[in-house]
């Protein structure tokens, strides 16, 4: 099954639309007050979907998956590299990251870019997978499971460098066991740890 396929079946299924229905949840309540937002890493585009009121363009690295996005939303989808993004110096009141700095070569160049793309007091939320969760530490021993691929582990290590330009706070989010899902602050149980701030 291509990746792409593997998130439209995903979000498409019951428990994927309780984690999104959570994940937009969160998003909204940070970033609803930014006029114009970048989702890096987009995907098939369920946030810009289920965030229709939100402005926010869609950035990824697989045209695949900007395709599928395409036809979920009227959204702007921009095919990008988040380690040298194509835009300009303070082009955004708002950048969000869902599962995907943990799988980049470079994060470090990442959040180098999401500062440089901020307008000054810009916020920046990163929602990043929980390597010490049941719900990871199941997923992972699938042999063709997408965590598989995931490159940096160390939640602690990532909140430091992102926390050198942001006045960030960090918590645990999103409780998975089983097919429930719950609120937890429970670092066992969280399936994401969440670093935000604005930019300082
Ligand atoms: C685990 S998926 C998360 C997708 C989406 N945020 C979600 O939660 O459904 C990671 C995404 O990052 C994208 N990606 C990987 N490397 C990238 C890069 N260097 N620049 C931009 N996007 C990248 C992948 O194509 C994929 O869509």
């Keep these: 099954m291509s990746d792409v396929e593997k998130f439209v079946r995903?979000?498409?299924?019951?428990?994927?639309?309780?984690?999104?229905?959570?994940?937009?949840?969160?998003l909204y309540n940070e970033l609803r007050d930014r006029k114009k937002i970048l989702d890096i890493g987009c995907g098939i585009g369920s946030f810009e979907e289920r965030l229709a009121k939100l402005n926010i363009v869609g950035l990824d690295s697989s045209e695949e998956m900007l395709e599928k996005?395409?036809?979920?939303s009227d959204k702007?989808?921009?095919?990008?590299?988040?380690?040298?993004?194509?835009?300009?110096?303070?082009?955004?009141?708002?950048?969000?990251?869902?599962?995907?700095?943990?799988?980049l070569g470079s994060y470090k160049k990442a959040v180098d870019e999401?500062?440089?793309?901020?307008?000054?007091?810009?916020?920046?939320?990163?929602?990043?997978?929980?390597?010490?969760?049941?719900?990871?530490?199941?997923?992972?021993?699938?042999?063709?499971?997408?965590?598989?691929?995931i490159k940096h582990t160390n939640l602690k290590e990532i909140e430091s460098c992102i926390s050198k330009f942001f006045a960030t706070t960090g918590e645990y989010f999103l409780g998975i066991r089983g097919q429930d899902v719950f609120d937890t602050r429970d670092k066992n149980l969280a399936a994401l740890y969440v670093v935000k701030g604005v930019k300082v």
Excluded: C, W
């Design 10 to 26: 995903f979000y498409e299924s019951d428990f994927g639309k309780k984690v999104l229905g959570r994940e937009t949840d969160y």
């Design 69 to 72: 996005a395409r036809k979920r």
């Design 76 to 103: 702007k989808f921009v095919l990008g590299n988040a380690e040298n993004l194509d835009f300009s110096k303070g082009s955004f009141g708002g950048v969000f990251t869902v599962t995907t700095l943990e799988f």
């Design 114 to 149: 999401v500062v440089r793309v901020l307008e000054p007091g810009g916020k920046f939320v990163a929602m990043i997978l929980n390597p010490e969760s049941e719900y990871f530490k199941a997923h992972a021993q699938k042999a063709d499971s997408y965590f598989r691929r």
